[in-house]
Nanobody
Framework: QVQLVESGGGSVQAGGSLRLSCEASGYRNSRYCLGWFRQAPGKDREGVASISASSGTTHYSDSVQGRFTISQDNSYKTLYLQMNSLNPEDTAIYYC???????????????????WGQGTQVTVSS
């Protein structure tokens, strides 16, 4: 059973940076797609970024491209999301997710992911 635990959320002013971490356990191998999602109040959960644990290939949503960076450590056990140039529209609960197999072209859809963390709050003030 894969377990995911996020940390690193908090409050920051617009223009600031935060780095989220996600500690993973229970992986049987490196053949997983890993991702970050977020859900703002009153909105659907949306995909932010994904990374193939085995190849390192990344994908980003248009709203964060160029500002956020997804990465992992060499043991595939920790996933990161470096968030720069934050703005109030980035305020949300951020979740890490994992799914066995390769990342697909529909990685941004929450329904395709099997494992989820509990989420960490990110609040950006203007």
């Amino acid at each position: 059973q894969v377990q995911l635990v996020e940390s690193g959320g908090g409050s920051v002013q617009a223009g600031g940076s935060l780095r989220l971490s996600c500690e993973a356990s229970g992986y049987r191998n490196s053949r997983y797609c890993l991702g970050w999602f977020r859900q703002a109040p009153g909105k659907d959960r949306e995909g932010v970024a994904s990374i193939s644990a085995s190849s390192g290939t990344t994908h980003y949503s248009d709203s964060v491209q160029g500002r956020f960076t997804i990465s992992q450590d060499n043991s595939y056990k920790t996933l990161y999301l470096q968030m720069n140039s934050l703005n109030p529209e980035d305020t949300a609960i951020y979740y890490c997710a994992a799914d066995p197999g390769s990342c697909t072209t529909t990685w941004f859809r929450p329904s395709g992911w099997q494992y989820w963390g509990q989420g960490t709050q990110v609040t950006v003030s203007s």
